[in-house]
């Protein structure tokens, strides 16, 4: 596709979180209309008469390109040429049977989930693959705090997907001059990187409300990529998606922003709160909190070595204290060549 | 070696900096007895009294079986097994030629110190291979900043060295259950590993100044890793060292650490003061500062791509400003697949 194209067509994105407001002003920068989906209607009206997202930051002034739905059947009045997904991930299925039918076949479809199918352990890439009439299905993940994307940030992020055309689209729907495209045909690993690093960032809380400083969550950091390479190979991931952006790039983002969800989760689980208490009080989904059940079962199962994984398992699961976890790690057994 | 070998054997530490004295006290805990050696008499003699370095954080209790000297005599009156090197990488060589006659052949010779040698290009190591009749050479590298390290945080480092009795002994010498030793054997990869990263460190402290957050930073740590691959893949190193703590677990800690002197030098550098204003007011080695030119005109010379590093350069020359660095890195032509 010529890059010219995207100038004249329309793209939507699904989701109106911090996140999908965002995507929609990146790609307003480089097509002709974005279309922006959000359930509240409330919300829409607010976010096109005041260009701003009423629950997020105002930092973010939206493009005058871009027009907030809460219908899905109007995302469609304008044929995208590429459908955003920016959904949490136990949302994604249902949305994308709801708006299969209106597809036709030459979208581009990308999405910007981090995390899996709980209760199929399927990767969202597969979900969709399963609901949509459409083959070109994609991924976009890396260290994109939304909140520094809004205040203009330099950042990056990889577009990921086994097909070339849906790499070229991605990166010429959302590179601008502070917002860097890389891509990885390795959708399998890439999927995989974003959910996780959620493990590690409650790994990372954990250690933060002890006072742990650089040394400790370098180590985190070090030792969890490996854990996560280890676990993606597994999977059918390459090692080397793990080094890029959407792997060690993003958990070290995820694990140094006491910002994240799952950082806070594990920060206030180590004061010695209960995980219940704890989610209850932070009202939102802690993706990471699922993905560590999941992935320490799994791990277990197929006898990949994961301590990490293994010692924030027990901690969530209240066996555990904080202590222990951390003599657990720091007192197994030498490990020979730190990569094999 | 059995590992109570070391329990009644001396272990030598040269260099009392703050690493050096941390260094001493975890040998302390695995060894007979510990001469720490440093120039300064008054010093010496004040730790021996006190038991803390005067010059560093009161947090350091030395060991009882540690002995500061100030002679190099001195040093080899309890025939050390180990002889640990944690000297300024300009000051190696000067220290090993003069002791060189003390050693018997049998000890082994670890070195803690990150950088080369400025004029010769040349790695620690094989300085010391050079003036030592010493083959069992070691390096030893990681995400260890000492004031985290005196407060017994969890942390963890590399043991490196092609023989492996130089890095079981390394194991046994400094394993604490606060402190884990990781081991390769790539020395090339660790050496290097523990050099570049102070580009980066100076790439951080710019971009700290410039407002920027964990995405920015995210990036930085991504690609740095990368154009750290590269140039030591061209200089004899393995790349999968690079993913290990002594490539990336080192570089998240100098990058992320507010009290690296390279950090402080691109801070101050990116508010708009000369280097050499700098670097007086520092009153210490930034041996990023040294690096970067060197490696970025080697890098010039044998066509690997360092992008960062050339932005640094012309950073430090004051040829560049920081948004043009920023503005240079940002709108590079994309990359196809991010790892090659």
């Known amino acids: ?18 996140f999908g407001t965002v995507l929609a002003n990146l790609a307003s920068k480089n097509c002709g209309s974005v279309t922006l989906f959000m359930r509240n209607e409330d919300q829409a009206r607010a976010m096109n008469s005041t ?34 997904f920016a959904l949490p991930s136990h949302a994604t299925r249902e949305v994308a ?19 899996i199918e ?28 939304a909140g520094e994307l809004a205040r203009n940030e330099p950042a990056a992020t990889v577009v990921s997907s086994p ?30 990187g974003g959910t996780l690093k959620n493990i590690f960032a409650i790994a990372s809380g954990i250690l933060d409300s002890s006072g742990f400083g650089w040394n400790t969550r370098s180590l985190l950091l070090s030792r969890g990529l490996a854990e996560m390479v280890r676990f993606g190979v597994a999977m059918g991931a390459k090692p080397e998606t793990f080094l890029g952006l959407a792997g060690i790039g993003d958990l ?30 932070l009202g939102q989904v802690a993706e990471g909190v699922r993905t560590t059940r999941i992935v320490y079962e799994f791990a277990l199962e197929r006898g990949v070595e994961m301590p ?20 657990h790690l720091m007192t197994r057994p030498q490990v020979q060549d730190e990569w094999v």
Chains 1, 2 share one sequence.
């Open 1 to 18: 596709m010529k890059k010219d194209f995207w100038s004249n067509v329309n793209v939507a994105v699904l989701g109106g979180g911090s």
């Open 51 to 84: 260009r701003t997202n009423p629950n997020y930051s105002k930092d973010v002034v939206l493009s005058d390109k871009i027009k907030a739905v809460s219908s899905l059947e109007k995302v469609f009045e304008l044929k995208p040429k590429m459908v955003i």
């Open 97 to 115: 049977k709801t708006i299969a039918h209106f597809f036709k076949g030459d979208e581009i479809v990308l999405h910007a989930t981090k995390g």
């Open 118 to 145: 709980e209760q199929s352990l399927k990767r969202i890439s597969v979900v969709l693959r399963e609901e949509l009439p459409i083959l070109r299905i994609g991924a976009i993940s890396g260290p994109n705090l």
């Open 163 to 192: 097909f070339d055309d849906v790499i070229e689209a991605g990166e010429q729907v959302l590179t601008t001059d502070r917002f860097r495209v890389y891509t990885a045909h390795d959708l399998i690993g890439v999927e995989w």
């Open 252 to 281: 070290i983002a995820t694990c140094s922003s006491s910002q994240s969800r799952n950082f806070r989760v594990g920060y206030q689980l180590a004061k010695g709160r209960s995980l219940a208490d704890v989610l209850a009080e």
């Open 308 to 327: 990490i994984t293994e010692a924030v398992y027990h901690i969530i699961q209240g066996e555990w204290s904080v202590e222990r976890g951390v003599q």
